[in-house]
């Protein structure tokens, strides 16, 4: 189910310094990367940049070249009608199956639909999974963020 | 004065010196198979030591020598004769041990109360005694002394630095014996609290050491509390507290009936004349479980041998200018970038890239360490990487005995700001406090 759920999201690790998250920005677009969803975690002195890219495995040399601290995670995403109540469902869901969520970010798809993405420890990814498709949930491939 | 053989003719006091050297030869030589060794690799036996010019051929002690025998290696007596035990912090987890018998306390306790003399602390003096009390030397040193003149000591240690001017001002302290730094401090908390220092205080001296001090420091301090300044120099290798004390002329006398001073250069191990800048060499004559040949302090120095305008004939060191190693002085406290070193291997597993800054924060000293994330150590979560930062300052804690603030930086970051091989940024006042 990972295998076919999981998606590949870059991390990287940026200090709090001006000018930093243009040069990440500046290396993925020299590169050709599309952004497909991004999400910037932020604490007093530093920030994680979080990524889903057309292309992990060319971001991460890329990355990786230009000196960045990067990790890559598997996280999943479940696509959602796009209404009051549609988010609330899916972490009661993850509640019920009594799985922590690490964090979560989402974008608004076309018509209608929004997509949630979720990571969990990564001992409890494939209960996750499991919980969700059991529960009737729509789940995104990897294909859709990948070209 | 406390004892008159420091203001003995110089002959006089030589006589005893080559007496004391001599029969400390004999001891270690004969109880310290690192001493017979290091004697015999050099030719020389305890008897052709015949005056005091023979010292020069005799071999160095090293801080390396000390934890190589650590425990208790170097000691010449068993332990059932030992009183005393202080260390300090190690470098690589293994600590610097040094262990005093009666007597040794009795050449403690005089050389404090010599110390404390200089402005002549006695009966009707309170004795604020503001050094960290435990292992570091400071404390009890002071502690000791005070009560040997006869002055009631108020063992107020480090820290709480609003409860301690309550006490200074209630009990009416006339001594201040503290670091520079906490002086510097203490007024300034004071000033905030609303106290007039000079009418709401009766300080009149203070005997201020264990960290480097500007010419302006001091002159600050003077000014600030009206009080005479006194500079108490010493490390707990030699005895602690006590090797040498500033009298109110300005001078910094060695107590060298007990510590006979050296100074060489550092390269060649060559024995400089007086007026050359070196580093600072003690050899202690009188001290029975640790003795020390020629103990290489790493405090660069000059000595003057002229006798002073307060009657003392003592030879004179100038204020440590600076170190002939790595060694950082962060508020009174020794630390080596090896010990922040040894930290991070231990809870990273690795040794990252990481330099050391000292800056100031109003008068104190602070230590920050820059590491380096890698892809090694990145955790994907702020919380993670808190934790790290946190685990961190908390083994700093632990093994430096200060607080240091952690900050994670990416990689490249150090190399890029400061040049790839400097370890060590310190941006703390040039004039002195910069070792």
């Not at chain 2, 209630?170 to 609303?194: M, R, Y």
């Not at chain 2, 009298?247 to 390269?267: K, R």
């Amino acid at each position: 189910m990972i295998k076919k759920y999981g998606i590949k999201q870059l991390s990287i690790f940026l200090e709090n310094r001006k000018g930093r998250l243009l040069e990440v920005t500046k290396a993925l677009r020299d590169a050709s990367i599309n952004i497909r969803a991004l999400a910037l975690a932020e604490s007093a002195e530093f920030g994680i940049l979080r990524l889903v890219v057309n292309n992990p495995e060319k971001a991460k040399s890329v990355l990786s070249a230009s000196g960045f601290t990067l990790r890559e995670q598997d996280v999943f995403a479940v696509e959602v009608p796009d209404e009051p109540g549609s988010f609330c469902k899916v972490v009661e869901i993850l509640s019920g199956a009594d799985i922590n969520i690490d964090y979560t970010y989402a974008f608004v798809g076309g018509g209608k639909k929004a997509v949630l993405i979720f990571k969990v420890p990564s001992e409890r990814l494939e209960d996750a999974i499991k919980a969700l498709l059991d529960s009737g949930m729509t789940l995104v491939e990897p294909v859709f963020f990948y070209d | 004065m406390w004892n008159e053989i420091e203001s003995a003719p110089r002959e006089e006091l030589e006589k005893i010196q080559l007496r004391r050297l001599q029969d400390t030869c004999q001891r270690v030589y004969h109880l310290v198979p690192f001493y017979k060794k290091k004697f015999d690799e050099l030719g020389i036996k305890p008897a052709d030591v015949r005056s005091l010019e023979d010292l020069k051929r005799l071999p160095f002690t090293t801080k390396q020598d000390l934890r190589d025998h650590y425990p208790f290696g170097l000691f010449t007596v068993p332990m059932d004769q030992v009183v005393r035990i202080h260390s300090s912090s190690g470098t690589t987890g293994k600590p610097t041990v040094v262990g005093y018998t009666k007597h040794d306390m009795e050449v403690w306790i005089e050389v404090m109360a010599r110390t404390l003399s200089m402005v002549d602390v006695g009966p009707g003096d309170v004795v604020h005694n503001a050094y960290g009390y435990g292992l570091f030397t400071g404390g009890l040193g002071f502690h000791y002394g005070a009560e040997k003149v006869g002055a009631a000591v108020v063992p107020s240690s480090g820290g709480f630095t609003k409860r301690q001017l309550l006490l200074m001002k209630d009990f009416g302290a006339t001594i201040l014996a503290c670091t520079p730094s906490f002086a510097l401090h203490l007024a300034e908390v004071a000033k905030e609290e609303g106290y007039e220092l000079k009418k709401d205080f009766k300080i009149r001296a203070g005997f201020f050491g264990a960290e480097p001090a500007s010419q302006g420091l001091r002159e600050e301090l003077k000014e600030q509390w009206g009080l005479i300044y006194c500079e108490a120099y010493g490390l707990s290798e030699i005895i602690g507290p006590g090797v040498a004390a500033g009298c109110p002329y300005g001078n910094l006398h060695i107590f060298e009936d007990h510590f006979i001073p050296e100074v060489i250069d550092p390269e060649t191990g060559e024995v400089l004349p007086d007026g050359e800048e070196g580093e600072l060499v003690f050899t202690t004559v009188t001290k029975q479980a640790l003795p020390i040949i020629r103990y290489r302090t790493k405090d660069i120095t000059v000595l003057h041998r002229e006798p002073c305008k307060c009657g003392r004939t003592l030879t004179v060191m100038e204020s440590v200018k600076g170190r002939a190693d790595d060694m950082l002085i962060v508020n009174g406290v020794n630390v080596f970038p090896s010990q922040v070193e040894h930290v991070l291997t231990k809870v990273e597993g690795t040794t990252p890239n990481y330099v050391i800054v000292l800056d100031k924060k109003g008068v104190l000293d602070k230590l920050e360490v820059w590491v380096e994330v890698d892809d090694k150590t990145f955790a994907d979560g702020i919380g993670a990487l808190e934790a790290l930062k946190a685990r961190l300052q908390q083994e700093m804690l632990n093994d430096l005995y200060i607080n240091v603030k952690i900050k994670l930086v990416e990689p490249k970051t150090l190399e890029r700001s400061m040049g790839k091989a400097k370890r060590i940024i310190d941006k703390r006042d040039a004039e002195g406090l910069k070792k």
